[in-house]
């Protein structure tokens, strides 16, 4: 069906704004709003504070200068008030023949200068008393996105007519038929900053009337009143909010009725001389949580849980006894971690842990398969054979290697994946699938903020470790200049003449064109530099032996520091190391600064972070502030979401999260929960 006036040029350019569909185009959002109905006078503009003006060009021309390479068209507009120059850099051969005195236009800008006033690229808009100019003037109008070749008032035409047409037609989602839908909708006070704790941020949801899906998309775009629009934007983020927590429920339906538990709780016997042999006692937070996935893995459907505890929480022990509970039970466990190192680094504690109760542990990495381990990397010396699968209550620890096609594990009971948020939603599955049903225990040290956690892992229970171990030195954080380098330089050789040891982190593995650091430059003049200290260098590029090598002399002591990339971000446990120097700091996440800053800070000693940077964007160094002040990983994870994103907070791996048109992570939390309510009671 085609819509009238859409020839196949305007198809095309409305394709490319991914618009094939009547529906698409009504809610196509418009990006901001012009109130029509008074004009700012070019009298009274201020400097930076964007306005609409209207007014009758007097002249118009081109300005070239410096022998003609570069020449700037300008346009002086009247409104009776003032003059105001209009002003494109880059001339176009168009602009002589289209801005012709005596004609009358709409600019939207924000004026540079007040002497003269004057507006750089200014959106314009012709003022023609043409048939629909009712639907440009005098009221609230829509500014919507373009592509090349549509006109802004085109579309809006295009946009109204439409709907006069559709709206009368618009069905109304089948949710709204129901009780809890009373009518009523939270108002958001958008006064929360992006520190602003998360209990405080609209607990008690004002209401307002919920307009119905018809008015919504017309308020959309034609509001009588600017809240008018804020309401609909909001309606129809609801929408959105449950379709896609309809869809989650749905997933989780299925899988409850479709799947039987595996009886994994265990009888202690492999769990109390664990817990004696650990050397320290479990805080009231991981025995609560144990108790939780007891509960689980005894119940009637698997286990489907996500284990939330900021960096050094103790999710390692959590997750060692988990396991035991499905060895126990006479079930083989996966454990699959986000990097080698960290996979290696398991392995080590869990031979350790697991060897004296009899308990196979193995490893499989992409370059290291079962069965064939290096006598040097356990404790045991004797080599055994793989026995994988013959006998059940074998630990098995791998890296995404464990989800190749040709691995397969009989008797799985239960899958832990530790540092969840690198793995995809996909990946999760694909390993689950792995077996028949068997229990699922997902860690995460991002806490994930509470819009995430209902959206992204809507589908999973949610236990949080929200207590650290006693007798952990605080982490102190400073933000500093590379000024001050040869102090901060000072100060670690001091640490480390203390015993202690420290990393060096740098954004990059080899030199860039952003002139960003790179460790592998950086490495022979740090350790000039730290002499007679060993440095030992940790990036992505090395072979898998060479990881493993450069972590293991670290954690033997055999150097003092570790020249790093971010990839020591998860999971790496060294409690001597008490100082952490991050360059280049506004090159990261908050998050991820906040991750690496958990290598620290994980023993006795009182340990210090430094993050370095000399970005000169006063929000870059506010951004790093932000670490300075707090180390509650759960507000660094919302101002992280607000300043840069769920993808960026989640990394690239995430890609189970659909794009919103009208949802907002950042600040939609009561939609969200009015979502899942109103699934929850459908
Ligand atoms: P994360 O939650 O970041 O994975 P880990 O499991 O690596 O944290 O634990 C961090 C450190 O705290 C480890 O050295 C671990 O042995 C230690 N630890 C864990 N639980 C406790 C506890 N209850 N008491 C003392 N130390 C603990
Ligand atoms: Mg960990």
Known sequence: MRLWGVGEERAKQLARLAITTVEDLLLHRPRRYEDRRNFQAIAKLQIGEPATVRGKIIAAGVKRWRKGDRAMFECVIDDGTAH?????????????????????????????????????????????????????????????????????????????????????????????????????????????????????????????????????????????????????????????????????????????????????????????????????????????????????????????????????SGKTAVAACTALMALESGFNVALMAPTEILAEQHFQNFTRWFDPLGVQVELQTGSRKTGERRASNVESQKPRPSTLGSRPSTLIIGTHALLTAGFDLPHLGLVIIDEQHKFGVAQREQLVRKGRYPHLLVMTATPIPRTLG???????????????????????????????LPKVWEFLREKLTAGRQAYVVYPRVEDAADGMKAVTREFESLKAKLVPFGVGLLHGRLKSAAKEAAMADFRAQGVSVLLATSLIEVGVDVPNATVMVIENAEAFGLAQLHQLRGRIGRGAHESFCILISDAKKPDSRQRLRVLEETTDGFRIAEADLKLRGPGELLGQQQSGLPRFRFGDLTEDLPLIRQARDIVAKM
């Not at 802004?152 to 007519?161: E, H, S």
């Not at 209902?454 to 999973?460: M, N």
């Not at 236990?463 to 000024?483: A, C, H, M, Q, W």
């Open 454 to 484: 209902l959206t992204l892992y809507g589908d999973l229970d949610l236990s949080v470790i929200d207590e650290l171990p006693p007798g952990r030195g605080r982490v102190k954080t400073f933000v500093r200049t590379t000024e001050t």
């Open 84 to 312: 105001l120059y209009c002003r494109w850099w880059q001339a176009q051969p168009w602009m002589e023949e289209y801005f012709t005195v005596g004609r009358e236009f709409l600019a939207f800008g924000k004026p540079e200068s007040l002497r003269p006033r004057t507006m750089d690229h200014p959106e314009t808009e012709w003022i023609e008393p043409g048939e629909e100019s009712f639907i440009h003037f005098n009221r609230i109008v829509p500014i919507y996105p373009l592509t090349e070749g549509l006109p802004q008032r085109w579309l809006r035409g295009l946009m109204w007519r439409t709907l006069a047409r559709y709206e009368a037609g618009i069905p109304e989602a089948p949710w709204e038929k129901l009780p809890v839908a009373s009518g009523k909708l939270p108002v958001e006070k958008s006064s929360a900053g992006p520190l602003a704790k998360p209990s405080t941020v609209s607990q008690q949801p004002a209401t307002a009337l919920l307009p119905t899906r018809a008015q919504a998309i017309h308020r959309l775009h034609f509001p009588e009143a600017l809240t008018d629009a804020g309401l609909a934007r909001q309606r129809l983020a609801l929408d959105e909010f449950i379709a896609l927590q309809i869809q989650i429920q749905q997933r989780r339906k299925n899988f409850e009725t479709r799947a039987q538990a595996l009886p994994c709780a265990g009888d202690n016997r492999w769990m109390k001389p664990f817990l004696v042999a650990l050397g320290f006692k479990l805080t009231a937070a991981q025995t609560r949580v144990l108790r939780e996935i007891r509960a689980d893995l005894g119940g009637a459907h698997p286990m489907r849980r996500l284990l939330q505890g900021d960096v050094g």
